[in-house]
T-cell receptor, first 114, second 111 residues
Framework: AQSVTQLDSQVPVFEEAPVELRCNYS??????LFWYVQYPNQGLQLLLK??????LVKGINGFEAEFNKSQTSFHLRKPSVHISDTAEYFC????????????FGKGTKLSVKP | AAGVIQSPRHLIKEKRETATLKCYPI?????VYWYQQGPGQDPQFLIS???????DKGSIPDRFSAQQFSDYHSELNMSSLELGDSALYFC??????????FGDGTRLSIL
């Protein structure tokens, strides 16, 4: 079975600072990896995904993530955050060849302060 | 293009009542997924359908059932509601493969 660990439940940063949200996963099979963002009272919006190929994945809103197979990590990064990036971020994994149901991490609340 | 539509957005029920949540996937998407997100929790997979057949099952209670209809919309039926069923229920859809598009959810409150 797969599992996802988001090491930080809350990350406060100042505007225009860089940020890294950490995600580690465990699985006995190959996986797909995702990052979703959830704004208050809204649904989950896909930021980026890793299916295969280049390990550096670029997503929307200036976010990127790097898949590191040896460290089983998929950390999310942004070089300069904005107030509008304040939200909760979920890392998720699904098993390759499965029907696609996602296993989510517990989420990281990013608070960007002026 | 329209996204995944869920209705109702909010629903208030009492214990032991029933509820039906609806999900309308993105046009031409053939796969629907249901997730439950409790307060302060991560989303948990409940059940999925591909081409109107159940494709996978997660932590869905026996009191809940779901189906996908010929127009690909899906309904989640919940009976004997309990306080612990209060949560945000998300539907996602995809064209085969992985779920990528989520609706805004139905917030169910049990009194």
């Amino acid at each position: 079975a797969q599992s996802v660990t988001q090491l930080d439940s809350q990350v406060p940063v100042f505007e225009e600072a860089p940020v890294e949200l950490r995600c580690n996963y465990s699985s006995s099979v190959s996986v797909y990896l995702f990052w979703y963002v959830q704004y208050p009272n809204q649904g989950l919006q896909l930021l980026l995904k890793y299916l295969s190929g280049s390990t550096l994945v670029k997503g929307i809103n200036g976010f990127e993530a790097e898949f590191n197979k040896s460290q089983t990590s998929f950390h999310l990064r942004k070089p300069s955050v904005h107030i509008s990036d304040t939200a909760e971020y979920f890392c998720a994994v699904s098993e390759k060849g499965s029907q696609g149901n996602l296993i989510f991490g517990k989420g990281t609340k990013l608070s960007v302060k002026p | 293009a329209a996204g995944v539509i869920q209705s109702p957005r909010h629903l208030i029920k009492e214990k032991r009542e029933t509820a039906t949540l609806k999900c309308y996937p993105i046009s031409r998407h053939d796969t629907v997924y249901w997730y439950q997100q409790g307060p302060g929790q991560d989303p948990q997979f409940l059940i999925s359908f591909y081409e109107k057949m159940q494709s996978d099952k997660g932590s869905i209670p026996d009191r809940f059932s779901a189906q996908q209809f010929s127009d690909y919309h899906s309904e989640l039926n919940m009976s004997s509601l309990e306080l612990g069923d209060s949560a945000l229920y998300f539907c996602a859809s995809s064209l085969g493969g992985q779920p990528q598009h989520f609706g805004d959810g139905t917030r169910l409150s049990i009194l």
